[in-house]
């Protein structure tokens, strides 16, 4: 699972699928450390659909950047859906992006625990309606292997979830 070579091959499908629509993106990102948008903006032409993300490893940087709430982060935990969800709603918000994702997840290869083994990451896709509400979708999946395998397993999951969201 040690192969980066498809992502350069879905963050061109997802660019040329944004500047077909008009729309832009951001990402929110916490254990892929900026992986998202560091594919994303490999793409000459980039700056045409995306314009800012979010690496907010930390609590603080959640709360401070992108408006997760000190209650959602203390009572469920970084790693969480209602957390995932605030992190899309607050960096497409911020960004004035057509669509986010954000992803929080425990790579490891410590900090695991039962209820949240190691491997554990939560998604959250938000897509701005025609109405200006926010429809959000989010994901939990378990992936397995080493450090960089889980934040590479993350970050294709965002790009293959992005396209089929925006499709």
């Known amino acids: ?4 070579s498809d992502l ?3 963050s061109i499908q997802l660019g040329q699928l944004l500047k077909k629509q008009g729309k832009t993106i951001t990402c929110a990102e916490s254990c892929t450390g900026g992986w998202i948008a560091k594919v994303v ?4 032409g980039s700056s ?13 940087a959640k709360h401070q950047m992108i408006g997760v709430t000190e209650n959602s982060l203390q009572k469920f935990g ?3 859906e209602q957390v995932v969800t605030e992190m899309a709603q607050g960096a497409l918000k911020v960004a004035g992006a057509d ?3 954000s992803v929080s997840g425990i790579a490891g290869p410590g900090g695991g625990s039962d209820e949240k083994p190691v491997g554990t990451v939560w998604f959250g896709f938000a897509k701005k309606q025609p109405t200006g509400t926010i429809e959000i979708t989010t994901k939990h999946c378990l992936f397995q292997g080493d450090r960089y395998s889980v934040r590479l397993q993350s970050t294709r999951y965002a790009l293959e979830t992005l396209l089929k969201i925006i499709r």
């Open 48 to 60: 045409d659909y995306f314009h800012r993300g979010f690496v907010t490893y930390s609590n603080e």
């Open 8 to 10: 350069e091959t879905l």
């Open 78 to 80: 970084a790693v969480s």
């Open 1 to 4: 699972m040690k192969n980066e």
């Open 99 to 101: 669509f986010a994702v």
């Open 41 to 44: 903006t490999d793409i000459a």
